[in-house]
């Protein structure tokens, strides 16, 4: 097991990555490859595959192996890496734990599994995560209602996180309950149980009121992660109103790109007409972008480019172009 494992004090930005297809559906290794150097270029913490953004639930398990071990072997002493767990099953998600955490992993990632209706359902569910993986392995606890349709008290989870403290962080993606936020970091302050990292998602939608509630950064995927982290840095340096004018600059961009269905296939142009992936193919199933879907886009990326220059911001985002 890797000795880089992930904790309860897990902060920045931990970008989401997508899985970059071939016009013919093939994995990109290339792409996968080049998109990684630019999240380490970033200066990012950490970075989470096979999550849903990552189309997961697309890959075979022979693929999902050898993205596991490509992105370990590349990213290996320069940054910690969260794999998603999507396994439905304890001895599948019992094997793929040790197969990733023996390739050198910080964390799994694991959603309750859709069904659960009820909170002792929930613990009972996570008693059994944490029994088939061992309690040795750090795990990330996804709070993501609208996808799984299962919903967490800030009271439930402060139960699990005092049952196993395995469990180091909470991916925060219900949407707008910045309430819970809040409540979670009551429980820590009125003594009830130790801290656990926050870290936030749905495209950090909320990313300035959520820091500002006691989040410790943003796991998510967006196409412009550079942004994210220096929103963080700014605002954990106690520049609350830079960050919040920097992210102002991204937010018509980010809310576009959170759209549900077609949000997958905006965020992987964007990142093709970045040069960072050859290709903005989303696997089949998936949406593709129509004429008038990519004029859109042009347009909202230059706005941004003339936003930028005007505010003297441009220079954050390097060598990589807003190109068409």
Do not use: W
Not at 2 to 7: E, F, G, T
Not at 38 to 45: D, E, Q
Not at 189 to 205: A, K, M, P, T
């Amino acid at each position: 097991m890797s000795a880089n494992l992930l904790d309860n004090h897990a902060a920045g930005v931990f970008p989401i990555a997508i899985t970059p297809f071939a016009d013919d559906g093939a994995i990109d290794f290339v792409s996968l490859e080049r998109l990684t150097e630019f999240f380490l270029s970033c200066g990012v913490p950490g970075i989470t595959y096979l999550g849903v953004l990552g189309e997961a639930s697309k890959l075979s398990g022979v693929e999902s192996l050898r993205i596991v071990r490509g992105v370990l072997k590349l990213v290996r002493g320069r940054a910690q890496v969260i794999m998603g767990a999507g396994q439905v099953g304890f001895d599948n998600l019992r094997a793929f734990t040790a197969e990733v955490m023996d390739e050198g992993a910080s964390a799994i990632m694991v959603a309750p599994a859709s069904g659960l209706k009820t909170d002792d359902q929930v613990l009972a569910y996570f008693d059994g995560v944490v029994r088939a993986i061992g309690d040795d392995v750090p795990l990330v606890v996804q709070d993501y209602p609208q996808n799984t349709g299962v919903f967490m008290s800030a009271r439930v989870l402060g139960q699990l996180i005092r049952r196993h403290p395995s469990i180091k962080v909470v991916k925060h993606e219900e949407s707008s309950a910045l309430r819970k936020i809040t409540a979670l970091r009551a429980q820590e302050r009125e003594d009830e149980r130790h801290r656990i990292s926050i870290l936030v998602g749905n495209s950090g939608i909320h990313l300035p009121q959520e820091l500002l509630r006691g989040a410790d950064g943003a796991n998510t995927g967006v196409a412009f992660p550079e942004m994210l982290v220096e929103v963080c840095r700014r605002h954990f340096e106690g520049n609350v109103c830079g960050a919040e004018d920097l992210y102002d600059l991204f937010l018509p961009l980010v809310r576009h790109e959170q759209q549900p269905g077609v949000g997958l296939a905006i965020r992987k142009e964007i990142f093709r007409r970045r040069g960072l992936i050859a290709s903005a193919r989303v696997r089949s199933p998936g949406p593709t972008l129509d004429g008038n879907d990519h004029a859109e886009l042009s347009r909202l990326l230059s706005r941004l480019n003339e936003k930028l220059r005007s505010n003297e911001e441009d220079a954050l985002l390097g060598s990589y172009s807003l190109s068409e």
